[in-house]
C-alpha cells in the first residue's frame, strides 16, 4: 500500500511566515535574557509556592535579578498548527476551542511539574483526563465529592480577570464561575443542556467568596468531575457589555495568556499576562516568555520546512514520516519519540440501516486487514489498539490479548466471514455508503483503503471529503450519514458523555440500554477506587464489542523542538483540554537560537 501525499510549493508560504514572525507585537517591557529567582514563601498544604511581594512591580522587580542559571524570562515563542477551525471565542461553543485554551483556566487543569519537568507522575502527551491530585493548576484549588450527586469546589484565590475593559483585572470568584455555568444551562449549543435533561437538572451556586457548589438531579460522579476540566468561563461584564465573547477583541480570561490579534485561517498572538497567579516550584512567577505566535498553516510540507529552518520554535502531533524526513537532515531537532495518540476510528451512524445492524458493523469490522494498515501503510510505526476510549497504560485500559474472543475477532482480517455476516442481516450482495472524513491529516487516505477492502466484501462506498469548519457543523448537527474516519485518544469521562443517549457528542447515534445501565451504575459511587477501575474497564470492553465505532491503526506522532526551547521534554496538553499548556512554563535560551539561525 502506497501513501498518497500531495506536496506543495513552499517558499511562498515561508516567506509569509516570516513576515508573520517579523510583524508579531513586541512587549512593552521585557526582561529578555535575564535569569530570575524569588524567595519562596511556605504556604499551607494543597497552595501554590508564591513568590514574596504581592504587587506587578515586586513581581517585575524579582524578575529583573538575574543569576546565572535557571529559567530565563522573555522571548517569543512560534509554533503552527494545520487546523483554522477554531470553534469560537466564547465557551458556550462548547465542542473546540482550542483557541481560548491558554487564555481561559478550566476549573481542572494538570500541574505542569508533576511532568517531566518535576516529579514525572505522569506524561502530559495525551489530552486526557488524569488523577485528580495531579489536575490542581485550573482555577480550583481542591473539591470534594459530597456525594454521588454533588460536589463543591473551592477555587484558589489571588487568581484575576484580564486588566483588560469592562472586567478590568478584578478577582475570579466563585460567583462568577456559578454564573457562567448558569448562562451555559441556557443555551444547547454548550452542551450543558444536554446533560442537565440526562441529569434531571444540574443547580450551581456560590456558597461564598471562593467556594461553589455543583448539584445534579440524579446520581452521576463522573459527570461532576467531567464538566470541571472541559469548560471555561465568562465574565458577567463581558456578556452584559457584548452580548457575546465572539468577537476575539472582547475575550476577557484568566489565564498565563492574553489574546491580543487573530487574523483567521491565518495566525493567533498570545501575549504574556503579566499578573498570572502561578509559579514554579522555586516560587518565580510564569509564563516566562513574553507570549508566543501560533501560525495556523495548513500544509503539512510547509510546516516541515518552517520547522526545518527554525522559523517554528515547537511542532506537536508531527506523522512518523514527516517526522523520521525531518530528523534525518534538521539533526539538531529534539523528539520524545513517537507516540500513540490520534488513533483512528470508523464511526458508523446506527440510527439508520444497515448500521443499525450489529451483524454489519462487525462485518465492517472484519473486512478490514488491520495489520496491514499497520505493517504497511504505516511502515510499522503504529499499532493495532481496540478502543480510542482510554490511552495505552491507563488502568482502565484493556489490552487487545485480555478481551473476549468475540472482541478480537473483530481485529482479524477474515473477508469470508465478513460476508456471511453481511448475509445473515439481508444484505448478500452488500450495499451503498458514504464515509466522511476531513481534508485534515490522512484521513482521506485511510478512508481510500477502508473503501477497498470494503469493496472487496460487496460494499460499495462514497468518499466525502469536507472542510474542518464544515465537517465540525455536521458532524455536531447530528446530520452525517454513512460512516466517518476521525478519532482521538481521550479518557473514560469524555467517551462515557459520547455513549450516552441524546448526548450531543454522541456522534453515532445509538441507544443501549445496556450500556445506559452499566455507566449509570459506574457512576454512582467514587469511594471504591478499584471497582471504580474495574467498572470502567467493563465498559470499555463491552463498547468495542458493539462496534459503535471501530479503531483502526493510527499513525505514531512526535513532538518536535528546537535545542533552543528549554524545559520543554514533548508535552501535549496539561489534561483534557489545555492544548499548549505547556508555553506558560517553557523558556528560551535566545543565545543558542541566535548562533544557530542568526536570529531570535
Known amino acids: 500500500m502506497k501513501k498518497r501525499r500531495l506536496w506543495l510549493p513552499a517558499g511562498a508560504l515561508l516567506m509569509m511566515i516570516s513576515l508573520l514572525i ?98 514525572d507522575d505522569v506524561t502530559w502527551i495525551y489530552a486526557v483526563q488524569e488523577e485528580p491530585q495531579f489536575m490542581t493548576r485550573g482555577l480550583a484549588q481542591s473539591w470534594e465529592i459530597v456525594d454521588a450527586r454533588t460536589m463543591v469546589v473551592h477555587l484558589h484565590e489571588g487568581i484575576h480577570w484580564h486588566d483588560k475593559a469592562p472586567v478590568n483585572g478584578r478577582e475570579v470568584t466563585a460567583e462568577d464561575i456559578a454564573w457562567s455555568f448558569n448562562r451555559m444551562l441556557e443555551i444547547p449549543r454548550s452542551g450543558i443542556p444536554p446533560i442537565a435533561y440526562m441529569l434531571d437538572g444540574i443547580t450551581y451556586s456560590a456558597t ?27 465574565a458577567r461584564e463581558v456578556i452584559e457589555t457584548y452580548g457575546s465573547q465572539d468577537d476575539w477583541k472582547h475575550v476577557v480570561g484568566n489565564g498565563p495568556f492574553m489574546v491580543t490579534d487573530y487574523v483567521p485561517a491565518s495566525s493567533i498572538t498570545y501575549t504574556k499576562n503579566p499578573v498570572y497567579w502561578e509559579t514554579d516550584p522555586e516560587g518565580r512567577s ?27 520554535d515547537v511542532l506537536t502531533s ?74 495505552p497504560g491507563s488502568p482502565m485500559y484493556a489490552p487487545l490479548e485480555e478481551r473476549p474472543e468475540s ?40 478512508a481510500a483503503l477502508v473503501k477497498d477492502y470494503w469493496s472487496m466484501v460487496g460494499v460499495e462506498a462514497e468518499i466525502k471529503v469536507w472542510e474542518p469548519a464544515t465537517y465540525t457543523s455536521l458532524l455536531y448537527g447530528m446530520k452525517l450519514e454513512g460512516a466517518r474516519i476521525g478519532g482521538s485518544i481521550l479518557s473514560w469521562g469524555n467517551w462515557s458523555w459520547v455513549y450516552q443517549p441524546g448526548s450531543r457528542w454522541c456522534f453515532e447515534k445509538f ?22 477501575i474495574q467498572d470502567w474497564r467493563n465498559i470499555n470492553i463491552y463498547v468495542v464489542d458493539q462496534v459503535y465505532e471501530h479503531c483502526i491503526p493510527g499513525p505514531y506522532y512526535h513532538n518536535l523542538w528546537q535545542p533552543w526551547l528549554m524545559n520543554y521534554h514533548g508535552e501535549y496538553s496539561l489534561g483534557r483540554t ?10 528560551l535560551d535566545l543565545d543558542t537560537k541566535r548562533e544557530m539561525v542568526g536570529h531570535e
Open 578 to 587: 489545555d492544548y499548549r499548556g505547556f508555553a506558560a512554563y517553557v523558556w
Open 511 to 532: 441507544t443501549d440500554p445496556v450500556l445506559t445501565k452499566m455507566i449509570e451504575d459506574a457512576t454512582t459511587q467514587w469511594v471504591d477506587r478499584d471497582k471504580w
Open 286 to 312: 510564569v509564563p516566562f516568555i513574553d507570549g508566543f505566535t501560533a501560525l495556523i498553516i495548513p500544509d503539512s510540507s510547509t510546516r516541515m520546512a518552517a520547522l526545518r529552518a527554525g522559523k517554528i
Open 208 to 234: 461564598d467568596r471562593y467556594t461553589f457548589k455543583v448539584e445534579f438531579g440524579k446520581p452521576d460522579v463522573r459527570s461532576l468531575i467531567t464538566t470541571l476540566d472541559w469548560y471555561r468561563h465568562t
Open 407 to 446: 472482541t478480537q475477532e473483530l481485529f482479524v482480517y477474515d473477508p469470508d466471514k465478513a460476508k456471511q455476516l453481511l448475509a445473515d442481516a439481508g444484505y448478500p450482495n452488500g450495499f451503498k455508503t458514504l464515509i466522511n472524513v476531513t481534508t485534515t491529516g490522512d484521513s482521506a487516505d485511510l
Open 22 to 119: 517579523s510583524c508579531t507585537p513586541a512587549p512593552t517591557e521585557t526582561t529578555e535574557g535575564q535569569t530570575v529567582t524569588g524567595e519562596v514563601v511556605q504556604k499551607e498544604a494543597g497552595e501554590p509556592a508564591k513568590t514574596a511581594g504581592e504587587t506587578q512591580g515586586e513581581r517585575e522587580k524579582g524578575e529583573e535579578e538575574a543569576v546565572s542559571a535557571g529559567p530565563r524570562y522573555g522571548g517569543w515563542l512560534t509554533t503552527a498548527s494545520e487546523t483554522s477551525s477554531i470553534g469560537g471565542w466564547d465557551p458556550v461553543y462548547g465542542e473546540t476551542y482550542w483557541a481560548l485554551h491558554p487564555v481561559s483556566l478550566a476549573l481542572m487543569r494538570g500541574n505542569y511539574y508533576n511532568g517531566p519537568a518535576g516529579t
Open 318 to 391: 508531527v506523522y512518523w514520516y514527516d517526522a523520521e524526513d525531518l530528523l534525518r537532515t534538521a539533526t539538531n531537532l529534539q523528539t520524545a519519540g513517537g507516540r500513540v495518540s490520534n488513533q483512528r476510528v470508523v464511526g458508523m451512524m446506527c440510527d439508520q440501516p444497515p448500521f443499525d445492524d450489529v451483524r454489519v458493523r462487525r462485518a465492517m469490522a472484519i473486512a478490514i486487514d488491520h495489520q496491514a494498515i499497520a505493517e504497511d501503510y504505516h511502515k510499522g510505526r503504529a499499532g493495532v489498539y481496540p478502543s480510542v476510549m482510554l490511552p
